[in-house]
């Protein structure tokens, strides 16, 4: 890729969605990624095949409603129904779709669904992309997945293998890289050392999470220092930005980590979302204001900004949520 290209992850229909407090339907989200795709995103993460029972309470209760049947909580909770979603979203050609994986039981699911929708010439398979995660402490690990740094390494390390031996691209994500909401500060060199083993376990990328959102310039520069330097530093081209709008500082820490040489940045359109474990926590950098931060710079990026904008707008509205993107705010304004 051209060096000033910048590559947009687009996480609203997952991050995003993950974490509002209003039932979504599986529909809207098939929506969602396809006025996405139309708008040009090359990357959308569709959604996610985590545990039903690990659903925040503010969520749970939301999706009591909408999950429970006759025979109590169905598997349909929260990220409910990813399944439905990406074998009946539009898979544009040359883009990718990835899902959240958790564990072996979730990469079973996802490819339990792959087998059952042969790709062919004029229908792509619902996805070629899982997401795996893990943390830089073991306080948001045990909060997000019921173990360990250690043990969530040890238990991913199986479904990278599995989903690379089936042609699956594997993204990795570490959380906590700048504070943690159960232990505080957090140790930059942990950051290094975990996305280390998740490129050793084959992603061929992983994202940071700021997932607080507490980061600044400052505090991001001194992250990607320690995880970019020393001995066995990892190479930006292998590293994604993905910041939390918490404080404000997103679209500020965003262009910190361009200038330090990422060229990809995980967003979410509308600035949704926020993390069921990380409580306060506001959602993802805005997609329409990284957009709007880079353009007439000498960097490129794909997508449409009048198109995404009038995307946030829809998909606030519906929700019945501000929209959290403030270019979207002030375009769609004029
Ligand atoms: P556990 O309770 O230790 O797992 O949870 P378990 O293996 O004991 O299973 C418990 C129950 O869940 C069992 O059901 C399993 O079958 C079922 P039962 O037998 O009791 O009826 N189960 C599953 N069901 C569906 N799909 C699965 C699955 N696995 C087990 N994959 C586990 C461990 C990892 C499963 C759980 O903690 C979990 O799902 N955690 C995910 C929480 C989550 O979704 N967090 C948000 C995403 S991460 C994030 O947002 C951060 C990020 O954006 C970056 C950043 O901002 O930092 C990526
Ligand atoms: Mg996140």
Redesign the pocket.
């Known amino acids: 890729p051209a060096p000033n290209r910048v590559k947009i992850v687009e996480?609203g229909p997952r991050?995003g969605l993950?974490n509002e407090k209003s039932v979504i339907s599986p529909d809207v989200k098939v929506e969602l990624i396809n006025r996405l795709g139309k708008a040009g995103m090359t990357a959308i993460e569709a959604g996610?095949?985590?545990?039903?029972?690990?659903v925040p309470q503010v969520i749970h209760q939301h999706f009591i409603s909408y999950a429970t049947n006759a025979h109590g909580i169905t598997?349909d909770a929260k990220?409910a129904g990813t399944g439905e979603v990406i074998s009946k979203m539009t898979r544009l050609p040359g883009r990718h779709y990835p899902v959240?994986?958790?564990?072996l039981?979730?990469l079973e699911?996802l490819l339990n669904l792959l087998a059952k929708h042969p790709p062919s010439p004029s229908s792509p398979p619902p996805t070629d992309e899982i997401?795996i995660?893990s943390a830089a402490t073991d306080e948001f690990s045990k909060a997000?997945?019921?173990?360990t740094v250690a043990e969530s390494l040890a238990r991913l390390e199986p479904v990278a293998t599995t989903a690379l031996q089936k042609g699956l691209r594997v993204r990795g994500?570490v959380?906590?890289v700048i504070t943690c909401p159960y232990s505080g500060e957090v140790d930059y060199t942990k950051v290094k050392s975990v996305s280390r083993a998740l490129l050793d376990m084959g992603c061929y990328e992983v994202?940071l999470?700021d997932?607080v959102g507490t980061g600044n310039p400052t505090s991001i520069r001194e992250m990607l220092e320690t995880v970019m330097g020393g001995s066995n530093g990892l190479p930006a081209q292998q590293l994604a930005a993905?910041f939390?709008d918490t404080f404000g500082t997103a679209v500020a820490n965003v262009m910190t980590a361009i200038d330090m040489g990422i060229r990809t940045v995980d967003s979410a359109v509308g600035g949704l979302g926020g993390?069921?474990?990380s409580p306060g926590a506001t959602g993802n950098v805005a997609t329409e204001d990284v957009m709007y931060a880079l353009k007439d710079s000498k960097y490129s990026v794909a997508g449409d900004l009048e198109a995404m904008v009038d995307i946030g707008a829809w998909i606030s509205d519906l929700l019945g949520r501000q929209n959290a993107s403030r270019a979207g705010r002030a375009i769609t304004a004029r």
């Open positions: 996480v991050d993950q996610s095949f985590v545990s039903p029972k690990w598997s990220m959240l994986i958790p564990n039981k979730g699911h997401a995660f997000n997945t019921n173990c994500y959380s906590v994202s999470g997932t993905h939390h993390c069921p474990y």
